[in-house]
């Protein structure tokens, strides 16, 4: 069977400007959102990324009509159709952020079955704080052959005061999406503050929710009982893809300018470029880095928001491999976030990993081989290391990148990299 792999030549200087799209890990929720309104919602600034496709394909499974279009990067969904509760393995197993749809579906309409979402190459990705929370608001489930089957009781969902044991996205994204439905207020605590939680809010709040909050750990939700469409509600850009492609400038020269972000939500991620030697100008919607000389090695701690973003630990693991020093990088948030080390270390790298920690002993320069991506964000930091690796880089497993990245090559490429996607 064919697979699609990206090869790259290292050693090509970058410089010029990549545009940022809509962020993966808020257009997956304002589009489940979506489900709360019987009637026609438009989102702009979507990105076209196979995630987004799954999503159209479980909306589109539930019985809304979605209509994707790539060259306005807008979607169009109509959930006044919708009459199915149901979502099954197959379709949650592809991608889990699936659940998302648990919150709209009992918000709406008192019930839902959903496949329990699988573990993934990163860690175990419980939804335990999803389903106690959601129960707080009186949802009741049953999980019979993998399945889970949410009801509501007879009182209707009723506002609560739910603290999260600990700042889950998804947890606090389902809570907010559940509790918009809620008779009365709803108070989260110890609520996610990622920038995708603030833009859910803000779609929300447009749809007709009263929310209040989002954005600090304290989010409070007055449950209305109908909700009006939305037209052209544009998606917050993606931090985490505007981060990767300042650590390709910054890996290969810059000056590579990043637009359509806003470098408030990367405060942390710039600081830590900073401190390696990169140079940083910000607009409110661009960042551009530059670099000349050795790297300084630093030390990483994965945080929730606004602490250092996990996403982008796979991706500045590179500045440590080429850095002149050693560095530490601790995973806080998920389980086995490091698998990408091994595939460093074929390229020359040396990072030993003892459970959280990746301990980086700074290298000379990489060298080129083939290499495989096990997740989405591994796979982009791979792609970074060949653009200053030594000769040819072939990184397979590009159905991952295709995930969260639209057009990475063709970005790179116009910036100055040596890259190209073939078939093998
Ligand atoms: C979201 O995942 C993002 N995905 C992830 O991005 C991101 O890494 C993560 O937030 C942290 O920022 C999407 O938004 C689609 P969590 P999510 O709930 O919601 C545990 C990418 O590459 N946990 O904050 O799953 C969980 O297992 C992806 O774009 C429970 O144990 O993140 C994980 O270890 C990867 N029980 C940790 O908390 C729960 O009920 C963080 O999970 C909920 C979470």
Do not use: W
Request: charged share 20%.
């Amino acid at each position: 069977m064919s697979t699609e792999c990206i090869i790259v030549q290292g050693g090509k200087r970058l410089s010029g400007v990549v545009p940022i799209g809509g962020a993966k890990n808020s257009v997956l929720k304002l589009m489940a959102a979506s489900l709360l309104v019987p009637g026609v919602t438009t989102i702009t600034n979507v990105p076209c990324i196979s995630d987004v496709l799954t999503l159209q394909s479980v909306l589109e499974h539930l019985g809304a009509e979605v209509v994707m279009d790539s060259n306005a990067h807008s979607v169009t969904i109509d959930a006044g159709k919708v009459k199915d509760t149901a979502v099954p393995y197959d379709l949650v197993a592809q991608m889990r952020a699936t659940i998302t749809v648990l919150g709209p579906l009992v918000g709406r309409f008192g019930k839902a079955s959903i496949a329990m979402p699988g573990g993934c190459d990163i860690g175990a990705r419980g939804i335990d704080m999803h389903l106690r929370g959601l129960e707080k608001l009186g949802v009741s489930f049953k999980t019979l052959h993998g399945d889970i089957h949410a009801h509501v009781g007879p009182k209707g969902l009723v506002g609560a005061q739910i603290e999260l044991a600990f700042a889950s996205v998804g947890a606090t994204e389902n809570l907010i999406l559940a509790a918009t439905c809620a008779k009365g207020t709803t108070v989260i605590k110890n609520a996610a503050r990622e920038p995708e939680i603030a833009d859910l809010a803000d779609f929300l709040v447009c749809l007709g929710a009263r929310i209040s909050g989002q954005g600090t750990s304290v989010i409070v939700i007055e449950g209305v009982d109908r909700f009006d469409p939305v037209k052209g509600y544009a998606t917050v850009g993606d931090r985490i893809e505007a981060g990767t492609f300042l650590v390709a400038g910054a890996l290969a020269g810059g000056p590579l300018t990043v637009e359509g972000v806003r470098p408030e939500h990367l405060a942390t991620a710039l600081m830590k470029l900073e401190a390696c030697g990169a140079e940083i100008a910000t607009t409110p919607t661009t960042i551009t880095v530059s670099h000349r000389g050795s790297f300084a090695p630093v030390d990483i701690q994965t945080l929730p928001y606004p602490g250092f973003p996990t996403d982008l630990q796979a991706q500045f693991m590179v500045l440590d491999a080429v850095a002149s020093g050693s560095s530490t990088v601790t995973e806080n948030i998920f389980e086995s976030r490091f698998k990408v080390a091994d595939e460093y270390n074929r390229m020359g790298a040396r990072v030993r990993v003892e459970g959280h920690h990746a301990y980086i002993e700074g290298v000379e320069e990489l060298s080129g081989a083939p290499v495989q991506a096990p997740d989405l964000r591994a796979g982009a930091g791979l792609v970074l290391a060949g653009l200053i690796a030594d000769g040819t880089t072939r990184v397979s497993g590009v159905e991952f990148v295709d995930r969260g990245y639209e057009g990475i090559v063709e970005k790179l490429a116009t910036v100055g990299a040596q890259i190209t996607r073939e078939t093998v």
